[in-house]
Nanobody
Framework: QVQLVESGGGLVQAGESLRLSCLIS????????LAWFRQPPGKEREYVAT????????FYADSVKGRFIISVDDAKNTGHLQMDSLQPEDTAVYFC????????????????????WGLGTQVTVSS
């Protein structure tokens, strides 16, 4: 059974950085699309970034473009989200998601196409 476990969240000040990790187990992920979503307090879940595991071309929401970098580490079956220049509006619970389907690959920003989700990690950015 595929499982995703996030780590790396915490409390930082505006302008600082965090690196989130997503350890994936229970399958072969060469055909998967890996994504990060976030849910700010009192708001709906929103798309952050995606990367097809075997293509390595990444995509980002406009709100994080130029500040966040998504990557994967084959040897460790782990995805990462490097977050720089964090701002208070980046405060949210961050979730990693993965799915092998064509729909996730074609519409990577749509949460409904992802079958596997982690439980999330809290990121809080103070001003």
């Amino acid at each position: 059974q595929v499982q995703l476990v996030e780590s790396g969240g915490g409390l930082v000040q505006a302008g600082e950085s965090l690196r989130l990790s997503c350890l994936i187990s229970g399958g072969t992920f060469s055909t998967y699309t890996l994504a990060w979503f976030r849910q700010p307090p009192g708001k709906e879940r929103e798309y952050v970034a995606t990367i097809p595991w075997n293509v390595r071309k990444s995509f980002y929401a406009d709100s994080v473009k130029g500040r966040f970098i998504i990557s994967v580490d084959d040897a460790k079956n782990t995805g990462h989200l490097q977050m720089d220049s964090l701002q208070p509006e980046d405060t949210a619970v961050y979730f990693c998601a993965a799915d092998p389907s064509v729909m996730a690959a074609m519409y990577p920003g749509e949460a409904r196409h992802y079958k596997y989700w982690g439980l999330g990690t809290q990121v809080t950015v103070s001003s």
